[in-house]
């Protein structure tokens, strides 16, 4: 069982910046990805960004890309979501995931989930 426990949200203006962090615990594999989903009011829920277990690959989804910078310390078993010139249109509540592969982040879904932290950006 792994266990992740997100922190960091809350809120903020429009053009603001928050910073999200997840720490996982429990039988975790030796290298796994970890990732955000956000859903936000009313709507489905949606993939924003994923990491691999070494940090050395992002991807971020395009409403988010050059605002959003993910980070990972491995020896912490944490991961950091920076999120800066935030938009009304980020308000959701973010989950903290894991995947064996970031490419598993592709079918939309995650192994694992924390309970999700609320970010909600005033106009």
């Known amino acids: 069982q792994v266990q992740l426990v997100e922190s960091g949200g809350g809120l903020v203006q429009t053009g603001g910046s928050l910073i999200l962090g997840c720490t996982a615990s429990?039988?975790?594999?030796?290298?796994?990805?970890m990732g955000w989903f956000r859903q936000a009011p009313g709507k489905e829920r949606e993939f924003v960004a994923t990491?691999?277990?070494?940090?050395?690959?992002?991807y971020y989804i395009d409403a988010v890309k050059g605002r959003f910078t993910l980070s990972r310390d491995g020896a912490k078993n944490t991961m950091y979501l920076q999120m800066n010139n935030l938009k009304p249109e980020d308000t959701a509540i973010y989950y903290c995931?894991?995947?064996?592969?970031?490419?598993?982040?592709?079918?939309?879904?995650?192994?694992?989930w924390g309970n999700g932290t609320l970010v909600t950006v005033s106009s």
């Open positions: 995931t894991t995947n064996p592969e970031t490419r598993d982040y592709a079918l939309g879904t995650a192994d694992n």
């Open positions: 990491i691999s277990w070494d940090g050395d690959f992002t």
């Open positions: 429990g039988r975790t594999r030796s290298s796994y990805a």
